[in-house]
C-alpha cells in the first residue's frame, strides 16, 4: 500500500489481522500492510443500514448511514457514493480505509466500528 492513501485511524490488515493505525509512524511501515476489502459486513460494522428497493427492471440495494445531524451517508450497491440516488463520484470505493478517508473528507468526523 502507499503510505500517502493512509490516516491514523484507517483500518488495514496487519499479517492478515485487521488492525487500526494507531500512530503516524505506524504509516511509514505501508509496505506492510494490505487494504480491506470493502463489504457488507464492514459496512455494517461502521453502522450502515441495507435497503433493498424493488422496481419493475429489477432490485437495487443502497447502504445508508444516518448521521446525527439527520443527513445521511449512502452508497450504492457496488459502493459508489450517491447523492440521493444520483453518483456523487466517478469511481466506486474498493477499500475500508477509502470509506473512511472519503467519509472523514466530507464530515470532518471519523468512521469508526460502532459498539454494540
Not at 451517508?73 to 453518483?87: K, N, W
Amino acid at each position: 500500500m502507499d503510505s500517502s492513501e493512509l490516516r491514523i485511524g484507517n483500518y488495514t490488515l496487519d499479517h492478515g489481522h485487521p488492525e487500526q493505525i494507531p500512530y503516524g509512524s505506524d504509516i511509514d511501515s505501508s509496505g506492510l500492510m494490505e487494504p480491506i476489502r470493502l463489504s457488507e459486513e464492514w459496512l455494517t460494522k461502521f453502522g450502515f443500514e441495507k435497503f433493498e428497493f424493488e422496481y419493475d427492471e429489477g432490485t437495487e440495494t443502497t447502504y445508508v448511514l444516518e448521521k446525527k445531524n439527520g443527513h445521511q451517508f449512502v452508497l450504492s450497491e457496488d459502493f459508489q457514493p450517491m447523492d440521493g440516488e444520483i453518483a456523487m463520484l466517478d469511481y466506486k470505493l474498493e477499500y475500508v480505509h477509502q470509506l473512511q478517508n472519503l467519509f472523514y473528507c466530507l464530515t470532518g468526523v471519523e468512521l469508526t466500528i460502532m459498539v454494540s
